[in-house]
């Protein structure tokens, strides 16, 4: 386990994007309607759904973007890795902005632990937490640079950012992956 290569995150976001461009975007967009018309509260079933979608395209299976779907399989603890650990972030953030940066990337860890099979969200985000913790900088960083990739569809009227969005996803299923391991077991060093 290392920290989070961030330029090969981006490029698997890249890489992940051009695979499968129609349903990379579908499922994006699904997974902002969703999450809108239920003021967040199905993001995270819609987040983890998308992160098993980019597992399966990952291990070399044909994806769909009903894919995206698959996260309500799992409903409680995608419900609660999402949700929580996106309020913890959130309250972080408020507490004079430095504590949120320090877990920025908590929420995407939290999915992709339920994504590769975690069955307690509360204990995603623990085991989140801890992967984090032990890679931190590069977390931080990878984070920041992924979450700026996937908003430079801004740009173009708002419209760019359903091209530019999947990179950035694609991107942080990766860097969770490669800071919890390729199974999504953390090990922490001594």
Known sequence: MAAPDIGACVSAGVAGL??????????NVLV???????AGLLTGPMLVGYMRMIKAEDEGRTIEFTD??????????ALLAVLLSG????????LC?????LIIGLVPTAAYLVAVGEKDGINAIKRAFAAIKEHLLGTIL??????????LGVIACG???????PIGIIGMYHMAKQITGDNGVVILSA
């Open 159 to 165: 419209v760019g950012v359903i091209f530019t969005l």
């Open 142 to 151: 990878c984070t920041l640079v992924l979450a700026i990739v996937g908003s």
């Open 97 to 101: 902005f430095v504590p949120g940066l």
């Open 32 to 38: 902002m309607v969703v999450g809108g018309f239920t």
């Open 68 to 77: 995206v779907f698959k996260g309500f399989d799992d409903l409680v603890p």
């Open 18 to 27: 051009k695979k499968n461009p129609l349903a990379h975007i579908v499922a």
């Open 87 to 94: 309020i913890i972030v959130s309250i972080g953030f408020m």
